[in-house]
């Protein structure tokens, strides 16, 4: 079965910067699409950025600029890198591996930006 293990997240003043970072265990971690979604407190859950495993990258119009994600396929860790926070950043930040279809998630990790 499929380990996700995010970590990085934490409490951090507006315009602060913070990384996250999420292994993946059990799976051949190169050929799958990794991502990040993000779920605010009492919304849905979203998409924030994707990379496929051809280093293709996507992010949402709310992060970009801001938001770099990456991947270490040496390390089976993909990597979002969160510069210039805001508090509508805040969220539960979850790691997300996807192939054909499959989808596994990671447990979570707290973002809380301070205005």
């Known amino acids: 079965q499929v380990q996700l293990v995010e970590s990085g997240g934490g409490l951090v003043e507006s315009g602060g910067s913070l990384r996250l970072s999420c292994t993946a265990s059990?799976?051949?971690?190169?050929?799958?699409?990794m991502a990040w979604y993000r779920q605010p407190p009492g919304k849905q859950r979203k998409l924030v950025a994707q990379?496929?495993?051809?280093?293709?990258?996507n992010y949402a119009d709310s992060v970009k600029g801001r938001f770099t994600i990456s991947r270490d396929n040496v390390e089976n860790t993909v990597y979002l890198q969160m510069n210039s926070l805001q508090p509508e950043d805040t969220a539960v930040y979850y790691c997300?591996?996807?192939?054909?279809?499959?989808?596994?998630w990671g447990q979570g990790t707290q973002v809380t930006v301070s205005s």
């Open positions: 997300n591996a996807d192939i054909s279809g499959y989808n596994a």
């Open positions: 059990r799976i051949t971690f190169s050929f799958y699409t």
């Open positions: 990379i496929t495993n051809g280093g293709n990258t």
